[in-house]
């Protein structure tokens, strides 16, 4: 290893990476090398963003199909002006379990609308066991910024008629993650009163990527620089706008949080740092970091499962039981 002292980088040199034999068949599965990503296109061209965005999203459709949910929900769709909300309801959730979570899609702030929210929204409904208001907003490049995070913002205005405060968590996923956090921002800037909880699950919450595990996670991870992507979301605003990367924003009066992560996840330093962030503004904020996992997390294994526990567990605790809501 060399280390140059100027530019204070270090030089590695080449090696394998191996796939721990710990893990569960079904984790390991998830580790296989990650496919080569097409060039994004200039950040100017909306045209080939457009192609860009339909090849991406049809080639996702097999993911999306593997999250669906083996159990039904009930599934009604809500029109607001210029988006739509899925509001779904695991069929197995029994009468007295109370609240909701308003949901943020991932999919780099610009794939995974439409049908691919709707089962995104099933898949996180089973997951949690609760009801759950899925935000199908706006996106670029028709729409930037700040029309995703208008859009999250009149949804939870509206859930906000429905219940109480205190019966609502913001969930969000990689770029959902950026959203849900936002959201949690521009509430409190607005007067709103703040949710039970956050979840952020690998949350996309600094768009200027300037932490750690860009660099260190770069080739483990399916996932690389969105820079491009978040250029074209930022349509010309600062990164460093707390709305755009709310990492660098007040977390002050934040809800309690949990997040979660994995070592191998390219955003790995994303959900480090705003773990140490929000406990540095005094939120009560809890961090798991599965081993070896992606960015995607390790669909389908025992270990996703553990995840899966310690998120119903904080969700039941931060809405105070199984009360029904108002």
Not at 7 to 35: D, G, N, V, W, Y
Not at 104 to 131: D, F
Not at 243 to 271: E, Q
Request: glycine content about 8%; some cysteine.
């Amino acid at each position: 290893m060399t280390i140059d002292s100027a530019k204070l980088t270090f030089r590695l040199p080449e090696r394998e990476i191996s796939i721990p034999s710990f893990l569960s068949e079904a984790a390991q599965a998830c580790l296989m090398p990650p496919p080569e990503i097409a060039p994004f296109p200039p950040v100017e061209n909306k045209d080939e963003w457009r192609t860009y965005i339909t090849a991406w999203d049809e080639s996702l459709m097999p993911l999306m199909e593997m999250l669906s949910p083996n159990e039904p929900c009930r599934t009604d769709t809500r029109e607001f002006f210029g988006f739509r909300v899925f509001d779904v309801v695991p069929a197995a959730l029994p009468s007295q379990t109370g609240g909701v979570i308003l949901s943020i899609h991932g999919g780099a702030l610009i794939l995974c609308g439409g049908e691919m929210c709707r089962t995104m929204a099933g898949a996180t409904a089973v997951r949690l066991q609760r009801r759950v208001w899925s935000v199908d907003y706006r996106m670029p490049p028709e729409h930037p910024y700040p029309a995703a995070l208008d859009d999250c913002i009149a949804a939870y205005r509206e859930l906000l008629l429905q219940y109480p405060s205190d019966q609502i968590v913001v969930e969000g996923s990689s770029a959902g993650g950026n959203l849900a956090a936002a959201l949690i921002l521009r509430a409190r800037d607005e007067g709103l009163p703040l949710p039970a909880g956050l979840v952020l699950i690998s949350p996309e919450v600094d768009l200027t990527e300037s932490g750690d595990s860009f660099q260190t996670n770069a080739g483990l991870d399916a996932l690389v620089s969105l820079m491009p992507v978040n250029l074209l979301y930022a349509d010309g605003h600062d990164l460093h706008h707390p709305y755009l990367s709310p990492l660098f924003g007040d977390l002050a009066g934040f809800p309690p949080t949990l997040l979660t992560t994995g070592t191998r996840d390219f955003f790995l330093s994303n959900t480090v740092r705003m773990h140490r962030a929000l406990r540095a503004a005094g939120v009560p904020a809890d961090l798991h970091v599965a081993e070896a996992a992606p960015h995607n997390g390790l669909l389908g294994s025992p270990e996703y499962a553990e995840i899966t526990k310690e998120l119903r567990i904080f969700v039941g605790k931060v809405l105070g039981g199984d009360r029904l809501a108002s």
